[in-house]
């Protein structure tokens, strides 16, 4: 749907309780229907950027396999555009030149593929985005790669229960990521941030960013008060919306550019790493306070991922020296109102200053940071995407290679974690584990 070029400004009209004053340069709405894994709504809100249209029903629970066309043969690697967890790290979503596929973790199989350049449309099958929303039907995709199936200004919201679009946000600029919550759907351009309303597709907030072409942006997934990260407008710049108490606080994390950032699910936590790529921060999201520093490593690196344990004891990192990281944190969040108390710190996980901290005003910084308890080592410039298992002490690992790792790491004695699982996730889905 095209958006009006002169369109009036009308605000949007979000609740007045979760939300700050929305942007005043929206255009003015349009009719639809309602978008709503939860309860269903009757329109929607264009942005300035935007505009919206059609919407799916209530979603249901998207359980085993959906039996959806198989591609005629199974991509490689080199036909793989996008990889990306759920919110639970459960599940993996990959987006290929000819569609997407979703699998679950542990134990690993493929639960359903669709096969889009196969569907009988007209363009190819390529998928540069793919989201889920935990693990029901709805997910949102953008088209990518050099024959996208879908234009890669639109997000599209498809449910896999009729294997069909039932709705759209289309954009004036290419889409760089999509985050989604049950609540929000939230679409990230090269210098902007909207947020709409997942029930009825009304826009709430807008957000100017620094360019940020990788589509940089973390929301929290706990019932309640939401909290979105995003970069910031200066170099080196986080930016935290917390949208129930009604505050944007900005950290400047760090000298030279943000290039990779995780929110823990409760919005409390903020991990950051620049492009320089040695060290990570973890932050208070709440007081933008800096809390713990560790490092990967003494020379420069590219870092794909950061991932914070759901007990919030662990912090694992991906990057291209292909080695998985995973740091103890050291850290008391506090507690705030209507927060429920953090897991003790499990007992046999040493708790060990930094070594040298006698001398920590002579040696350089180097001799005193925090090293990696634990590491799993891959093929260097791979590009990898991790988080933690379901299964306590374990680690998944996800590669543009089409490679899945699940390992497990000993907390007491550290070092190199035992791989558990290994498979091809690319291979047809008779050859993966049912």
């Known amino acids: 749907m095209a958006t009006p070029p002169d369109a009036a400004p009308a605000p949007p009209n979000p609740s007045p309780a979760d939300h700050p004053p929305p942007a005043t340069d929206a255009e003015q709405p349009l009719p639809t229907t309602s978008i709503d894994p939860t309860p269903s709504g009757d329109e929607e809100r264009d942005a300035d950027d935007s505009s919206s249209s059609s919407a799916p029903p209530a979603a249901a629970a998207a359980g085993g396999g959906g039996g959806g066309e198989r591609a005629p043969q199974p991509p490689a690697a080199k036909d793989l555009l996008h990889i990306s967890f759920n919110q639970d790290y459960g599940c993996f979503a990959a ?200 490092r990967r490593g003494a020379d420069r690196a590219e870092i794909y991922s950061l991932a914070f344990s759901n007990n919030l004891q662990y912090l694992a990192v991906s990057s291209d020296k292909g080695t998985i990281h995973v740091f103890n944190l050291k850290i008391n969040v506090g507690l705030t109102t209507n927060d429920k108390p953090l897991p003790a710190p499990d007992p046999d996980v040493p708790h060990i200053s930094p070594s040298l901290s006698f001398i920590k005003g002579v040696l350089p910084k180097y001799f005193h940071s925090e090293w990696s308890v634990a590491q799993f080592r891959l093929h260097e410039g791979e590009q990898y995407i991790v988080a933690f298992g379901h299964e306590k002490n374990t680690v998944a690992v996800v590669g543009m290679d089409g490679s899945f790792y699940r390992c497990q790491f000993d907390p007491v004695n550290g070092g190199e974690m035992l791989q558990l699982e290994c498979y091809n996730f690319l291979k047809p889905s008779s050859d993966q584990p049912q």
Not at 158 to 187: A, K, M, N, T, Y
């Open 95 to 294: 987006g290929t030149k000819s569609g997407f596929r979703i699998y679950n973790c542990d134990p690993f199989r493929e639960i359903f593929r669709r096969d889009l350049a196969a569907a009988g449309e007209s363009g190819g099958g390529g998928i540069g985005v793919v989201e889920m929303l935990f693990r029901c039907n709805i997910l949102a995709l953008v088209g990518g790669g050099d024959s996208p199936h879908y234009p890669p200004n639109k997000v599209m919201i498809w449910d896999d229960h009729q294997s069909r679009c039932i709705g759209e946000l289309s954009f004036r600029s290419p889409v760089r990521g999509v985050r989604l919550r049950r609540d929000r759907i939230i679409v990230v351009l090269e210098n902007k941030i909207f947020v709409y309303n997942f029930a009825d597709l009304k826009l709430v907030h807008q957000i100017e960013t620094a360019p940020n072409p990788k589509g940089l942006c973390a929301v929290s997934q706990q019932p309640g008060s939401i909290v979105l990260v995003c970069p910031g407008a200066q170099k080196g710049q986080v930016r935290v919306e917390h949208y129930g108490a009604r505050k944007t606080k900005f950290i400047n994390a760090h000298t030279s550019r943000v290039a990779c950032f995780a929110l823990s699910q409760d919005g409390r936590l903020i991990a950051t790493a620049s492009t320089k790529g040695t060290l990570v921060r973890i932050y208070n999201a709440a007081e933008g306070n800096l809390l713990q520093e560790v």
